[in-house]
C-alpha cells in the first residue's frame, strides 16, 4: 500500500533535509575515518530509516516501491555509505523474510529489523560464486531437526554489524543447481560463526564489508525461509528484483547531486576571461549528464509502479539497474572532466563520488549479469508465445 500523498511528501522533506543538513557537511569525515558516527545511525533509526520498506503492522513504515525509490533519490544525494547503513535492513536483509518468510519468521525478526535494533544481512556470493549464484557451494547437511552448514561467504554487507544473516546453502547435490540452493536465517552469535577481517576498498568508506565463515553451524529447520528446501534461488532472485530498482533509485540521487556539482562548478569557476559555463563543450557534459539523469529517474519511477500493480519487472529492473548504473559512471566521470585537476583532489566531493559510483555497476549483478537477465527473457518469453 503506498502511502498518500501528503504523508509521502512529508516524509520525502524530512528526509531531505536530514541529507542535506546533516549528512552532507559529514561525507568528508565520514571518507575519512572510514566510520558513520553512532550518533548518526541513531538519528536514522528515530527517522525510521531501518524500516522504510517494512510493513506497518511489522513496525516499518510500509513504503511501497514507487514511494520507495523516491526516498531512494533523496537518500542517494549524499554519500552512499549512509544508505548502506540501514540499506540491507531496507532491501536484501529483510526482503527475503518479508517476500517468502513464514509468519513466524516474520514475527520474530521484522519488527527488530524496521527498528533498527538489528540489522539484517544478506550472505549469497563465495569466494568461487558470484554471478553464477545457482551455484552455490556452501553445504547445509540435515542431522535430525537441524542443518549443519559449512563454507565461506564474502564481501558480506553490514556482517560485522548483522543480527540476522539471510544465507543461501545447498541442501541438494551440485547437479541440483538452483534447485538445491535453500534459504536459511542464521543468527548472529551462533556456534561456529566467524567474521573475516574488514575489506579496504576503493570507494564507499564508512561502509563496511567482510567474509562470513561457517564452521559446523546448526541451524534448526525452522529457520528455513518459508520452510521449504530448496526455493532460496528463487527468494534470492526476488530479493534482487526489488534491489535492483532499490539501487538504481540510489544511483540517480547520485547523478542528480553530480549535475548539481557539474553546474556550481561551471558557475564559479573561470577560465579565458569567463565562467567554463559558458563554454559549449562544458554545457555538453552538463546537458548529456542532466539528460541520463531525467531518462534514468524516468525508467526507475515507471518501473516501480508496475512492480506495486503486480506486473512482473524482472527484466525491467535488471534494464533499470544496467542503464541507471552505468550513467551514473558516466556522469561522474564528466563531474570529474569539468573540476579539471581539482577533481581528482580529494577536497572535492566529484573525487569521492568517482570512486563510490565504480561499486553500482558490480553489486546486486554486474551490469553483464543485467544485460543476460534482460536477454534471455526477452528470448524466453517470445519461444513462450510461439
Ligand atoms: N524471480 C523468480 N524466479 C526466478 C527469477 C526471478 N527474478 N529469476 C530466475 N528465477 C527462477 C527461474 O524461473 C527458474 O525456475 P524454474 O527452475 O522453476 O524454471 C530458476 O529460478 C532458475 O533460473 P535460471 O535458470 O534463470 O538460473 P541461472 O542459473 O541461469 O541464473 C542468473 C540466472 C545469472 C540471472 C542469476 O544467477 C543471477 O542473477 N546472478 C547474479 C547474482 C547476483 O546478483 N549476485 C550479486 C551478489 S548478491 S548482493
Given at each position: ?8 511528501n ?14 552532507i557537511p559529514?561525507e568528508?569525515e565520514?571518507d ?9 545511525i541513531e538519528e536514522m533509526k528515530?527517522l525510521?530509516?531501518?524500516g ?7 513496525g516499518?513504515?510500509?513504503l511501497a516501491?514507487s514511494?520507495?525509490?523516491l526516498?531512494?533519490?533523496e537518500?542517494g544525494?549524499?554519500a ?6 540501514f540499506?540491507?535492513n531496507v532491501g536484501?536483509?529483510s ?5 517468502d518468510?513464514?509468519e513466524?519468521q516474520?514475527?520474530?525478526?521484522l519488527?527488530k529489523l ?5 540489522v539484517?544481512s544478506?550472505a549469497?556470493?563465495e569466494p568461487?560464486?558470484?554471478s553464477?549464484?545457482a551455484?552455490?557451494?556452501?553445504t547445509?547437511?540435515l542431522?535430525?531437526?537441524?542443518y549443519v552448514?559449512n ?5 558480506i554487507t ?5 543480527g540476522?544473516?539471510?544465507v543461501?546453502a545447498r541442501t541438494?547435490t551440485?547437479e541440483d543447481?538452483?534447485?538445491g540452493?535453500?534459504?536459511f536465517l542464521?543468527?548472529?552469535?551462533s556456534t ?6 574488514p575489506?579496504k576498498k576503493?570507494g564507499q568508506?564508512?561502509?563496511h564489508v567482510c567474509?562470513v565463515i561457517f564452521?559446523?553451524v ?5 529457520q528455513?525461509i ?6 532460496g534461488?528463487?527468494?534470492a ?5 526489488r534491489g535492483?530498482l532499490?539501487m538504481s533509485?540510489?544511483?540517480m540521487?547520485?547523478a542528480n547531486?553530480?549535475?548539481d556539482e557539474?553546474?556550481s562548478?561551471?558557475?564559479?569557476r573561470k577560465?579565458?576571461g569567463?565562467k567554463i ?6 554545457q555538453?557534459?552538463?546537458?548529456d549528464s ?12 515507471a518501473t ?5 500493480a503486480g ?5 525491467d ?7 541507471c ?6 556522469i ?5 572532466q569539468?573540476?579539471?585537476g581539482a577533481?581528482?583532489i580529494?577536497?572535492?566531493a ?7 559510483v ?5 553489486y546486486e549483478?554486474?551490469?553483464q ?5 534482460i536477454a534471455?527473457?526477452?528470448?524466453k518469453d517470445?519461444?513462450a508465445?510461439?
Amino acid at each position: 500500500m503506498a502511502l498518500d500523498t501528503d504523508t509521502l511528501n512529508q516524509l520525502i522533506e524530512t528526509v531531505r533535509r536530514f541529507v542535506r543538513e546533516r549528512l552532507i557537511p559529514l561525507e568528508q569525515e565520514v571518507d575519512a575515518n572510514d566510520k558513520i558516527p553512532d550518533e548518526v545511525i541513531e538519528e536514522m533509526k528515530a527517522l525510521g530509516l531501518f524500516g522504510l520498506s517494512i510493513p506497518e503492522n511489522y513496525g516499518g513504515l510500509g513504503l511501497a516501491m514507487s514511494d520507495e525509490v523516491l526516498i531512494g533519490q533523496e537518500l542517494g544525494y549524499t554519500a552512499p555509505a549512509f544508505r548502506s547503513a540501514f540499506g540491507t535492513n531496507v532491501g536484501i536483509g529483510s526482503q527475503g523474510i518479508l517476500i517468502d518468510g513464514t509468519e513466524a519468521q516474520k514475527q520474530a525478526y521484522l519488527p527488530k529489523l524496521a527498528s533498527g535494533e538489528i540489522v539484517g544481512s544478506f550472505a549469497l556470493t563465495e569466494p568461487d560464486v558470484g554471478s553464477d549464484a545457482a551455484s552455490v557451494k556452501m553445504t547445509a547437511k540435515l542431522d535430525g531437526d537441524t542443518y549443519v552448514l559449512n563454507g565461506t561467504k564474502r564481501f558480506i554487507t553490514n556482517a560485522a554489524r548483522a543480527g540476522v544473516f539471510t544465507v543461501m546453502a545447498r541442501t541438494g547435490t551440485v547437479e541440483d543447481k538452483a534447485k538445491g540452493v535453500t534459504a536459511f536465517l542464521v543468527e548472529a552469535g551462533s556456534t561456529g560463526l566467524e567474521l573475516g577481517a574488514p575489506e579496504k576498498k576503493m570507494g564507499q568508506k564508512g561502509a563496511h564489508v567482510c567474509d562470513v565463515i561457517f564452521n559446523d553451524v546448526a541451524v534448526h529447520k525452522d529457520q528455513i525461509i518459508g520452510g521449504i528446501p530448496g526455493q532460496g534461488f528463487k527468494t534470492a532472485m526476488k530479493v534482487l528484483d526489488r534491489g535492483r530498482l532499490h539501487m538504481s533509485s540510489i544511483a540517480m540521487g547520485m547523478a542528480n547531486r553530480l549535475v548539481d556539482e557539474q553546474v556550481s562548478y561551471a558557475i564559479e569557476r573561470k577560465q579565458f576571461g569567463s565562467k567554463i559555463g559558458d563554454f559549449q563543450l562544458i554545457q555538453a557534459m552538463i546537458a548529456d549528464s542532466r539528460t541520463e539523469y531525467l531518462a534514468g529517474k524516468s525508467m526507475v519511477e515507471a518501473t516501480a509502479a508496475r512492480y506495486d500493480a503486480g506486473d512482473k519487472v524482472s527484466t525491467d529492473a535488471s534494464s533499470c539497474k544496467l542503464f541507471c548504473t552505468e550513467a551514473v559512471g558516466r556522469i561522474a566521470d564528466r563531474a570529474v572532466q569539468i573540476h579539471g585537476g581539482a577533481g581528482y583532489i580529494s577536497d572535492y566531493a566529484v573525487e569521492r563520488f568517482y570512486r563510490d559510483v565504480r561499486l553500482l555497476r558490480l553489486y546486486e549483478g554486474t551490469s553483464q549479469i543485467q544485460q543476460i537477465v534482460i536477454a534471455k527473457n526477452l528470448i524466453k518469453d517470445a519461444e513462450a508465445k510461439r
